[in-house]
């Protein structure tokens, strides 16, 4: 079947020909006699499928061009969507006089003002700035006879649902509502209840067809390698283009700089950029002037571009529904893809798992011959073992806290006691070195001068370091024998705990023994300092 076949006009197919477009898709095969018939429908197809051209071209067929008032109105949830789908409008609506104007946020507003002020009949959008502009009174669409919600799920997961409702109450009271979703949940139902009549629903295929054409793997690295791993798969693997996503903006700078340092061409892509820099970025990766984008989750919905073989999740998103948009950014059009998640600890190892139930697809371990890469590799199988021989001892622990916070102390050592004294229920007192890292064997000889009646300096600081290192008797200086004793296995385990950025930090730091005398001379330098200045202040009422 054609376009021409599909009810367009001539002069819409001759323009879609001499775009080299021919042959419609799926979804556009079935929404387009429908919207031509200016019915409501909900259209729900798979990522890449021809969607904009679904609703964009029975709207330009059905544009009175002799009519210089909005007659449509297309709604996005975000700024990169809303360009994307007023440019494809504008391939077909400029060549047959048709006007296509584009509002959204981060762009001069006044431009935009003036871009309504020559009379456009369809308008592209996304929420926030329509809102602003109907305010403003320089949007005027009370006769406005079409409305599309175009990734109407991603509007209400952003919480635009309020502004939805506003600009649905703003509009024509007859007129043709069309939402498409890639995803129906109770909210779109509602939505679809109140504010459209008669719908059609429009679906192609299941939800997540299209992952089946897309290949997921996982590479399980330390934290603190999990950049350099990222850069060696791009100096040894992926030589195409892709799209990085990270969690935060402050994450895309960093990434973006230590790519960039490393003589790895990229750029970064969030919120705070302005709308110029965007637009700049975008064009750089479409036109292949960079070949890695480095998004936060503002761009995983809307970014159409052609030829992305890759997405890489540097963070997995925090809610597990964004994982499926993320991905949906390869594969287009029926084509194939690869997806590489980077995880750093066993809980998100566990959250894959759960990813596997939504996409319904294996997440298999990263395979490569560099082995440059292979050595930021982490034995899981190995690494989930240690996890479950400290859980059996305590709280249950995840990977990237420290092995031996709220641990049992009736472990046994090195010769296969067990650390605490079953007679007294109380820690045994390291003799080799205390709490602090002092080494008890360095005083030994000091000791029997204090018998003596010498150095008696010495003999006080001996009795309170002992004295410390009995009551304050913590976890850390068992911490430490447990990491020695774990070395000497041939274990390579380290104690670590999580800060409050969920990163792996070292709790424990030993000091040089040069450092540790270095500080005992400066605490007795401060005292002789201290005791002759109270002399001094002293001698002045003493005659």
């Known amino acids: 079947m054609d376009f021409l076949n599909l009810g367009l006009s001539k002069e819409i197919v001759d323009v879609l020909t001499n775009l080299g477009y021919t042959v419609p898709t799926e979804i556009q095969t079935k929404a387009i006699p429908l919207l031509i018939a200016n019915k409501d429908v909900v259209g729900r197809s798979e990522t890449g499928s021809g969607k904009t051209f679904a609703f964009g071209l029975p709207i330009i067929q059905n544009i009175n061009r002799d009519d210089e008032t909005i007659q449509a109105l297309v709604v996005c949830p975000t700024r990169e969507l809303a360009m994307q789908d007023a440019d494809e409008i504008k391939k077909v609506a400029l060549p047959l006089g048709v006007r296509v104007c584009a509002v959204f946020g981060g762009s001069n507003l006044d431009r935009q003002i003036d871009a309504l002020k020559r009379k456009p009949q369809i308008v592209v959008g996304t929420p926030g700035r329509i809102i602003d502009l109907l305010k403003r009174k320089a949007l005027k669409i009370a006769s406005t006879s079409k409305i599309v919600l175009d990734e109407a799920d991603e509007m209400l997961d952003m919480g635009f649902r309020p502004d939805i409702e506003k600009i649905l109450q703003n509009v024509a009271k007859q007129r043709q509502t069309i939402l498409f979703s890639a995803t129906i949940p109770d909210e779109i139902k509602e939505i679809i209840k ?22 997921q793997r996982y590479m399980f690295v330390d934290q603190k ?11 040894s693997d992926i030589f195409d283009k892709t799209i990085v996503f990270v969690n935060t903006k402050h994450y895309a700078e960093d990434l973006e700089r230590f ?36 998004a936060t989750d503002v761009a995983a919905r809307g970014l159409d571009i052609k030829e992305v073989m890759y997405v890489v999740n540097f963070d997995l998103p925090n809610q597990l529904e964004f994982y499926v948009h993320r991905i949906g950014r390869t594969a287009r059009a029926g084509k194939s893809g690869k997806v590489v998640d980077i995880i750093t600890n066993l809980s998100q190892l566990s959250n894959l798992r759960e990813i596997e139930k939504l996409t319904n697809a294996k997440i298999l371990p990263y395979e490569t011959n560099s082995e440059n890469l292979k050595q930021y590799f982490v034995d899981t199988k190995k690494l989930a073992q240690q996890n479950n021989r400290f859980a059996k001892h305590g709280k249950n622990k995840s990977f990237g806290s420290s092995a031996f916070d709220n641990f049992d102390d009736e472990r046994p050592n090195k010769k296969g006691r067990n650390l605490r004294d079953k007679k007294t229920n109380s820690k045994p ?22 018998r003596n009646g010498k150095n008696r300096g010495a003999k006080r600081f001996d009795d309170s370091k002992n004295k410390m290192s009995k009551s304050n008797n913590t976890k850390q200086s068992y911490r430490k024998n447990d990491r020695n004793r774990f070395r000497d296995e041939g274990e390579d385990l380290l104690i670590f705990k999580t800060n409050k950025h969920g990163n792996k930090v070292v709790s424990t730091k030993e000091k040089s023994k040069n450092q540790q005398k270095q500080n005992y001379k400066n605490s007795q330098q401060r005292g002789k300092q201290s005791k002759n200045a109270n002399k001094k202040w002293f001698s002045k009422f003493v005659k």
């Open 194 to 215: 109140t504010y459209q009549t008669d719908s059609v629903m429009v679906e192609v295929g299941t939800e997540n067809k299209a992952l089946d054409k897309i290949e």
């Open 225 to 235: 390698n999990k950049k350099e791993a990222l850069k060696e798969l791009f100096y």
């Open 259 to 294: 790519l960039n340092k490393n003589k790895v061409s990229a750029k970064a892509l969030h919120g705070d950029l302005r709308q110029s820099a965007r637009t700049r970025v975008m064009k750089m990766f479409k036109d292949g002037k960079i070949d890695i984008l480095i």
């Open 429 to 450: 007192y390291n003799k080799t070195k205390n709490s602090k890292g002092f080494d008890d064997k360095k005083y030994n000889s000091k000791t029997k001068q204090n």
